[in-house]
């Protein structure tokens, strides 16, 4: 089996953030069948981090995201595991092939183990539609 990467948004390294959005990582986990065999953290664009959001090419979501500049760092990655996103960043993730998991564990720990266990399921009422004018600090 070749090797697999999974990729948790996070603001510690060891808590699952609870808006992809607003996370400052990615703790990126590789995997060799079931065993970890190697742990990094990268830094993550966000929403508020990104500068301005008036460029025509970032609203194609509807919003002003642009999410392709968050997801670029873990383009290399199956999955991406948080425990919230909006419907824009989780449409990106899926267009640029990486599994969303919408998680209700809050470590990255636990949501691994289940992972490797093959019990991780996603809760989609963790998946939240942002219409015009949303906004992020409610």
Do not use: W
Request: net charge negative.
């Amino acid at each position: 089996m070749a090797q697999q990467k999974i990729a948790f948004v996070t603001d510690d390294g060891s808590t699952i953030s609870a808006h992809f959005g607003r996370a400052m990582y990615y703790e990126i986990c590789t995997l060799d069948g079931p065993t970890v065999v190697s742990r990094e953290r990268v830094p993550k664009a966000g929403h508020h981090s990104q500068g301005q959001h008036g460029h025509a090419e970032e609203h194609h979501h509807g919003h002003g995201h642009d999410h392709g500049s968050m997801i670029s760092p873990i383009s290399d990655c199956a999955v991406l595991v948080a425990r919230g996103m909006g419907m824009g960043a989780h449409n990106a993730l899926r267009a640029m092939g990486i599994t969303p998991i919408l998680a209700d564990d809050q470590t990255i720990d636990a949501a691994l183990e289940k992972y490797l266990a093959g019990s991780l399921a996603t809760n989609e009422r963790r998946l939240h539609d942002h219409g015009p004018g949303h906004n992020h600090r409610n």
